[in-house]
């Protein structure tokens, strides 16, 4: 993907951004998230919430970490065990999802027990049609 094919979808408004990362996730099974040493990258979102900043492709985890994170490498996790187990740890230790995240903070920050309802939504809806 280019660097001005991924700009547009950071343009895009957020409820569209969101759409497209749960149709991307849901086609290729998999998030990425950048992991920095021996730990994940998190950051405060823009209402000062601890988050784990995800993208739905390497593509775009890469281009956050070259802009934002050069510390960071871009690491995949299987969306399944995201779904099982991941989003249910970060529910009990409060921290959120930013979709999209950039080191500000911005991008759609949503609570861990939401995003896994959505995505089971979506994929179930998909699997349907």
């Known amino acids: 993907m280019y660097h001005s094919e991924i ?3 950071f ?3 957020e409820d569209k ?4 990362f749960l149709n991307m996730v849901g086609e290729a099974e998999q998030i990425w998230g950048l992991k920095a040493k021996d730990s994940w990258v ?9 988050t784990m ?6 593509d775009f985890a890469n281009y956050c970490k070259e802009n934002q994170w050069k510390e960071a490498v871009p690491e995949s ?17 409060g921290c959120r999802v930013l979709i999209f995240g950039d080191t500000q903070g911005g ?12 995505i089971e939504e979506h994929v179930e809806e998909a699997q349907h049609n």
């Open 17 to 20: 951004r969101y759409k497209y």
């Open 53 to 58: 900043p995800i993208w739905p492709c390497y």
């Open 107 to 118: 991008g759609t920050s949503i609570d861990a027990e939401k995003l896994k309802a959505d």
């Open 42 to 50: 998190t950051i405060k979102d823009l209402e000062n919430n601890i």
């Open 7 to 9: 700009e547009e979808i």
């Open 77 to 93: 996790i299987d969306l399944f065990e995201f779904l099982e187990y991941w989003l249910l740890g970060m529910k009990r230790d």
């Open 11 to 13: 343009c895009l408004t």
